[in-house]
């Protein structure tokens, strides 16, 4: 069982820069899969950036690669989202999710289904 709490969301001008930070509790983070999806409003859910525990597998959604940057801090039990060159089109609440598994693939960890926990969000919203 993991918890996790998104922080570092808000109000930034397109070109502007956000951190996000995702800090899980519980134990054996480093052994998790992270990932960082999104919701509009009015739209679906959609993938963002995923990085397997042990970070040799790194994806990103088509529509950030080169502006966004996800990593984790395993002392501090944190995934982070660095958004940068931010446009009105990121504007959505962002949220972490996570899931202990021995296996894994591009297509699963770009799928919401195969993330067994998740945050409550953070709001980004990216005024033009």
């Known amino acids: 069982q993991v918890h996790l709490v998104e922080s570092g969301g808000g109000l930034v001008q397109a070109g502007g820069s956000l951190r996000l930070s995702c800090a899980a509790s519980?134990?054996?983070?480093?052994?998790?899969?992270m990932g960082w999806f999104r919701q509009a409003p009015g739209k679906e859910r959609e993938f963002v950036a995923a990085?397997?525990?042990?970070?040799?597998?790194?994806y990103y959604a088509d529509s950030v690669k080169g502006r966004f940057t996800i990593s984790r801090d395993n002392a501090k039990n944190t995934v982070y989202l660095q958004m940068n060159s931010l446009k009105p089109e990121d504007t959505a609440v962002y949220y972490c999710?996570?899931?202990?598994?021995?296996?894994?693939?591009?297509?699963?960890?770009?799928?919401?289904?195969?993330?067994?926990?998740w945050g409550q969000g953070t709001q980004v919203t990216v005024s033009s």
């Open positions: 990085l397997s525990w042990s970070g040799g597998s790194i």
């Open positions: 519980g134990r054996s983070f480093s052994s998790y899969t």
């Open positions: 999710a996570a899931v202990l598994r021995t296996f894994w693939s591009e297509s699963l960890m770009r799928s919401g289904n195969f993330y067994d926990y």
